[in-house]
């Protein structure tokens, strides 16, 4: 994508260079493409984390006008957030929240998920005299043992759910350890696991309205996970869930959101054997026009691509990342007969013509995941939205 500096500058503000577009577009497209392929099942928007570092409620507004039904947070502080800012959809915490939370929970109308005995207490002492009972998804550990209770304690957590007065056993679910290697078994495993489970309470008598399992690999690779509804984060930000299935359909339908850019803030000639940056670590070889951009680590820009490649696009071409990146800036060596000049726009994530850096191609330098790229912008850079 391209980042258009005019609008950029003026919503950023009078100083800061230096920013993260969000293409709202994007996500609404996103949106789109993934209810279309999951439906009937419902589409649940993931924007915890502050949306994957692209903004939560923007991200809400276009998912749900792309066709998302849910929205899922980590916290009962990001939902609280959402709810704050208007957003009416439904709001699931995708872990347990803490006991003392469940009356802020029930408060503000947020779907919890529970595991444990002492969650459901917690919970039905924050929801009884409420004039709805609350919905309640209860989540299966099929096999990642992060969280989640196993199906022997689900189907006894799930009986006391549906036995409640104050709660409505709305879902029963469970989260995918390795969907995005869609060769390995352990997902076929894992969904057995949890239909199995659903099978035991249905021969009580008991259903959720709900069941689900699908992350965005899940609803990608695995069509049979997709279930009633599927839960994708990093497919709305237009990014594949693995860098071995950027080019497999239908993931070579989504589009990234975000993209990264500053305006060159210097610009100078460097003579050869001159060393550049802390550590004098990048040695020029022949003389060379050398440009800086004020985005450094503070802002999510990993010191780890200082030493592994990492480049910047700068008129349209790839320029490595001359020597450490600092706190507040980097160093690009453009080139001998560089014609770069101060305002000049550097994109360290996103399209310049024909060239594109994506968070992949950063992270798989760096030894990381698109994800935790998107999530590293710091909130030191200003979110720009393109509708
Ligand atoms: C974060 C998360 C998701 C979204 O995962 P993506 O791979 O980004 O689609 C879904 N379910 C749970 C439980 C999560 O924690």
Known sequence: MTVHPGPARSRVGAHRQAWAEVDLGAIRANAALLAKLAAPAELCAVVKAWGYGHGPVEVAEAAVDGGATWLAVALVEEGRHLRDAGIT?????????????????????????????????????????????????????????????????????????????????????????????????????????????????????????????????????????????????????GLAPAAAVIERPPCTGLQPALSLAAQVSHVKTVEAGERLSYGLKYRVATRTVVATVPLGYADGVTRLLSSTGGQVLIGGRRHPIAGTVTMDQILVDCGPDADVAAGDIAILLGRQGDEEITAWEWAERVGSIAYEVVCGVSSRVPRVYRR
């Open 89 to 237: 959809a439904p709001i699931l915490l995708l872990s347990e929240p803490p006991a003392d939370a469940m009356a802020e929970v029930v408060r503000s109308q947020l779907t919890p998920t529970v595991y444990t005995r002492s969650g459901i207490d917690a919970l039905v002492e924050a929801a009884s005299g409420g004039r709805r009972p609350v919905g309640v998804h209860v989540k299966v550990d099929t096999g990642m043992h992060r969280v989640g209770a196993s199906p022997d304690d689900a189907v006894a957590l799930a009986r006391l759910v549906a036995a409640h007065r104050s709660l409505e056993f709305d879902a029963l679910w469970t989260h995918f350890a390795v969907a995005d290697e869609p060769a390995d078994a352990a997902t076929g495993q894992q969904l057995a696991l949890l239909l199995a489970t659903a099978a035991r309470l249905a021969a009580d008598g008991i259903r959720p309205h709900l069941l689900h399992a699908a992350n965005s690999a899940g609803t990608l690779l695995h069509p049979a996970s997709r279930l009633d509804l599927v839960r994708c984060g990093i497919a709305l930000y």
